[in-house]
Nanobody
Framework: QVELVESGGGSVQAGGSLRLSCTAS????????MAWFRQVPGKEREEVAN???????TYADSVKGRFTVSKDNAKNTLDLQMNSLKPEDSAMYYC?????????????????????WGQGTQVTVSS
């Protein structure tokens, strides 16, 4: 049984940092395309970053240069370091996994490409 559990969300002021983590069981993150999505009420779930084969990463334009996605293969976790946070980054953040190791670039992808999802962790950035 596959389980993805996010942690690390919280409240922070604009300009601050948070680090999200997704602990996986039932899959090995090093062999999968893994991604972070976010969603605010009333809007589509948005892919913000993914990491696939050979640790190749892609990002949404809105987070490039501020967010860094990585895998910790020893801990079997997916992480998201978020710096220079803005109020518009406030959302529920979800971890997701594909069946395969290759990712589709964030600009071309979407939630339909992902099979497994976590329950989410809330990030709130105040101005």
């Amino acid at each position: 049984q596959v389980e993805l559990v996010e942690s690390g969300g919280g409240s922070v002021q604009a300009g601050g940092s948070l680090r999200l983590s997704c602990t996986a069981s039932g899959i090995t993150v090093s062999t999968r395309c893994m991604a972070w999505f976010r969603q605010v009420p009333g809007k589509e779930r948005e892919e913000v970053a993914n990491i696939g084969e050979f640790e190749f990463t892609t990002y949404a334009d809105s987070v490039k240069g501020r967010f860094t996605v990585s895998k910790d293969n020893a801990k079997n976790t997916l992480d998201l370091q978020m710096n220079s946070l803005k109020p518009e980054d406030s959302a529920m953040y979800y971890c997701a996994s594909r069946y395969v190791r290759n990712c589709i670039p964030v600009s071309l992808g979407g939630r339909s490409h992902f099979t497994y999802w976590g329950q989410g962790t809330q990030v709130t950035v105040s101005s």
